[in-house]
């Protein structure tokens, strides 16, 4: 699997967007983007995934660049709820098995 | 609906010792994996069952480690003459497709 470069940590304030950066210049034609996030003493949490298209839900948008070499998580209206380390992950999903290799990710601190 | 259980939620033993964790995946879920995390870094793969079946166990650390999931629901992962160097959060996932893998709180095993 591809590997993924995070910033460490970001801080964002309550109420404005948070945009997370990933890069992944080595990510295969075959591979997918997935971002989790991970909330203190929790198991992590699926957030969204994505191919080549840009990819909105409830939770967040996914923003991937044209050479697919990077992409970007923005959370919309960040609430203190959303501190977490976030991970972006490229995984080959093949049906319904694809490991995933989480590095260290971000963490991002909201505030008030 | 229920999500991924894991029991115990926490594990101390003594160095030599041999423990079981169990982990009760979402109903209906033919993929289950199991992943450890050390304080500071990211989950890391362990082992992944498609049914009854280890598809990949490329990430057990060494023979000590062994997994089981006889009915194609609930896993257990053993750990024989446990180390002081295994203790960590222990999780589990599962998984209905396309890559989004749903885990567990963990298991937080602790080696005096």
């Known amino acids: 699997d591809a590997k993924t470069t995070q910033p460490p940590s970001m801080d964002c304030a309550e109420g404005r967007a948070a945009n997370l950066p990933c890069n992944h210049s080595t990510i295969s034609g075959n591979e997918y983007v997935y971002w989790y996030r991970q909330i203190h003493s929790q198991g992590p949490q699926y957030i969204i995934h994505?191919?080549?298209n840009n990819e909105t839900n409830e939770m967040a948008s996914l923003i991937i660049t044209e050479d697919r070499k990077s992409s970007t998580l923005i959370l919309p209206h960040a609430t203190l709820r959303d501190t977490a380390v976030y991970y972006c992950i490229v995984s080959v999903s093949t049906g319904t098995a694809s490991k995933l290799t989480f590095g260290t990710g971000t963490r991002l601190q909201v505030t008030l | 609906g229920a999500g991924v259980s894991q029991t115990p939620s926490n594990k101390v033993t003594e160095k030599g010792k041999y423990v079981e964790l169990r982990c009760d995946p979402i109903?209906?879920?033919?993929?289950l994996y199991w992943y450890r995390q050390s304080l500071g870094q990211g989950p890391e793969f362990l082992i992944y069952f498609q049914g009854t079946g280890a598809a990949d166990d490329s990430g057990l650390p060494n023979d000590r480690f062994f997994a089981v999931r006889p009915e194609g629901s609930v896993s257990t992962l053993k750990i024989q003459r446990t180390e002081r160097g295994d203790s960590a959060v222990y999780l589990c996932?599962?998984?209905?497709?396309?890559?989004?893998?749903?885990f567990g709180p963990g298991t937080r095993l602790t080696v005096l």
């Open positions: 996932a599962s998984s209905s497709g396309f890559g989004k893998q749903y």
């Open positions: 109903s209906g879920h033919t993929a």
């Open positions: 994505g191919l080549k």
